[in-house]
């Protein structure tokens, strides 16, 4: 008989969103008439704008001419989008990175899912939390972890805690680790990690032959001009780091997937005979043996997000989402939470400052305002007692939201 990969019984309760899904499923099933307001998955609202769309319908025209008609296009993506990439979101900012360092792919969800398929079994990884939960959930499916503690934490995991006291930005482990996963502008917390500080961290890295999985999913969201938006603004990055970027939340591509992955081709790790091998190789044995691409429609509307008129588009749509943020700040700022986040990054994390519960609170918001948020322990022990609320609403959801939540009952 087959036999199942029993590390997935460690996995506890559901994936966090479907979970909250679930809840405000069953909730409406209950009250058909609810008027749901939901932040708490951090899907977008705003559609895909003009100037992209006219080039996703040019590409689809492509595809109905024998001329310009496209089949299999190279796994690692074409060259005129990973050009693009280089160029505006890497050399403009004085990172030496190249087009054929970079692998474009459908979401960012997959490829930090799966980037551990070339480390061996025996590293030793660390994360943040509280933390996006596909770090810790894909690491127990492939037997990365011993058994759940039961207190939230997994053995044979690395926990970084980030919380108010620390500013949000884990301490440099006093042990030796082999990985890191490192998520700057933050989700769930929504804070950000200046220069100095992810500093501190390369020079770990380069000192302990640590390498760190830089998840930078919502760069586009800082505006503050003294908070790196790559970890390779960062001197000797390049012998360390990978990582991770989406054009789901900077441009709308949720529903369309599209993102990349950056591997420089100095970046090496060490052997089980004990010599230095590039990482640049693996990947891309396991990126064109296990991914087909990205289609070439996605790929052309994801290159015009580079162009004049696509960063005036793409700029405006942030900007909304940020107006968002904004309101939610101040909005829960006024309602006595204690509230951090939402200035450089699309989420706001809170503490309802009245000792409450993560899942109390969903449940307190979703029966009695008909509001959705993400629970805070959903990523990770260290986020019990916080709340995540998502930016990504509608300008009138928003407004409607916090009214509500200004005549709730405490």
């Known amino acids: 008989m087959a036999q199942i990969n029993d590390n997935y019984f460690k996995l506890q309760a559901g994936y966090l969103f479907p979970e909250i899904g679930r809840r405000v499923r069953e909730f409406q099933k209950e009250h058909p008439q609810a008027d749901i307001i939901k932040m708490g998955i951090g899907d977008v609202t705003q559609p895909l704008t003009p100037f992209i769309i006219r080039a996703f319908h040019e590409g689809v025209e492509e595809m109905s001419k024998i001329e310009t008609f496209k089949g299999y296009g190279p796994e690692q993506g074409y060259d005129f989008l990973r050009e693009a990439i280089a160029k505006n979101d890497y050399q403009n900012?004085?990172?030496?990175?190249?087009?054929?360092?970079?692998?474009?792919?459908d979401g960012s969800k997959c490829d930090t899912g799966n980037i551990l398929e070339i480390f061996g079994m025996n590293n030793v990884i660390a994360m943040q939390d509280p933390v996006y939960p596909v770090y810790v959930d894909t690491s127990v499916m492939a037997g990365r972890t011993g058994e759940y503690l039961g207190n939230g934490y997994y053995d044979g995991l690395v926990y970084l805690p980030c919380n108010a006291e620390n500013g949000f930005i884990p301490e440099i482990p006093k042990k030796k680790v082999d990985i890191v996963f490192l998520c700057y502008p933050n989700n769930p917390t929504g804070t950000t990690a200046g220069k100095p500080e992810l500093k501190k961290w390369v020079d770990y890295a380069i000192k302990n032959k640590t390498i760190i999985l830089y998840d930078s999913a919502y760069e586009a969201y800082i505006s503050d001009p003294e908070i790196p938006h790559s970890i390779y603004e960062i001197e000797g990055a390049k012998k360390v780091a990978i990582e991770f970027r989406s054009f789901s939340k900077t441009a709308g591509f949720t529903g369309t997937r599209c993102a990349y992955t950056v591997i420089p081709k100095n970046l090496v790790a060490s052997s089980s005979d004990g010599s230095d091998k590039p990482l640049y190789p693996l990947w891309f044995r396991r990126h064109t043996t296990k991914?087909?691409?990205?289609?070439?429609?996605?790929?052309?509307?994801?290159?015009?997000?580079?162009?004049?008129?696509?960063?005036?588009?793409?700029?405006?749509?942030?900007?909304?989402?940020?107006?968002?943020?904004?309101?939610?700040?101040?909005?829960?700022?006024?309602?006595?939470?204690?509230?951090?986040?939402?200035?450089n990054a699309p989420y706001v994390w809170v503490n309802s400052g009245r000792q409450i519960k993560s899942w109390e609170l969903f449940d307190k918001l979703l029966h009695e305002a008909y509001v959705v948020g993400t629970p805070g322990s959903g990523f990770g022990p260290s986020g019990e007692g916080y709340f995540r609320f998502s930016s990504f609403a509608t300008h009138e959801s928003v407004l409607k939201a916090m009214e509500r939540l200004g005549n709730l009952k405490w």
């Open 93 to 105: 900012r004085g990172a030496d990175i190249h087009a054929d360092e970079i692998f474009v792919s």
């Open 291 to 343: 991914f087909n691409g990205v289609s070439y429609p996605v790929q052309k509307a994801a290159a015009a997000i580079f162009t004049p008129e696509g960063k005036k588009e793409v700029r405006a749509t942030i900007n909304y989402y940020m107006n968002n943020a904004k309101i939610l700040r101040e909005s829960l700022a006024k309602l006595g939470f204690h509230v951090f986040g939402g200035v």
